[in-house]
């Protein structure tokens, strides 16, 4: 894949790339769906987005029959939401793990790089959804409060839109 192949995959790269915490959602055999927290380490020039975490977590088994994964992403201070539809790897790759290594993975890792459930979730960016709203906080009100009395949809709230690669 080349670097950046699109501005569209840049533009939801950019969205997402100072938002630390994702909610992986992961499909079960039963296609019974769950989600927990995971720290993002990366979205690379590939628009991959790289996380730790354990071999031993039930939901690492998952990913080898269901890889297809979504990433939810939310930073309600800046009003930005973003819903990113992926295909997940499960990896051992020392080179990586070095490179995104920092003190805070240590504390779940305590053997370090060496840790033998030390491993990474490759999420390949398919499709996304966001919403942006560059509207300040008063603004938003105004224009919620607006549409309840009459009746119409709330208008310049922010931005929507939808990347399909």
């Known amino acids: 894949m080349q670097a950046y192949s699109n501005e569209q995959l840049a533009s939801i ?18 296609r019974n769906l769950t989600s927990r927290p995971l720290t993002q380490q990366q979205v690379d020039q590939d628009g991959n987005i790289w996380f730790f975490v354990s071999n031993e977590a039930a939901y690492t088994r998952d990913l080898r029959n269901n890889p297809q994964v979504n990433v939810s992403f939310a930073d309600t201070g800046d009003s930005l939401y973003v819903s990113i539809c992926g295909h997940a790897q499960l990896l051992k790759d020392r080179a990586k793990a070095e490179q995104l290594w920092n003190p805070l993975v240590q504390a779940w890792f305590p053997g370090g790089l060496d840790d033998p459930k030390l491993s990474l979730i490759k999420v390949t960016i398919e499709s996304a959804e966001y919403w942006d709203s560059s509207a300040s906080k008063m603004m938003q009100f105004y224009a919620m409060a607006k549409a309840a009395i009459t009746g119409e949809p709330p208008k310049d709230v922010g931005e929507h839109g939808r990347v399909d690669l």
């Open 13 to 30: 790269a950019a969205k997402i790339k100072d938002i630390k915490f994702g909610m992986l959602c992961t499909s079960d055999d039963m």
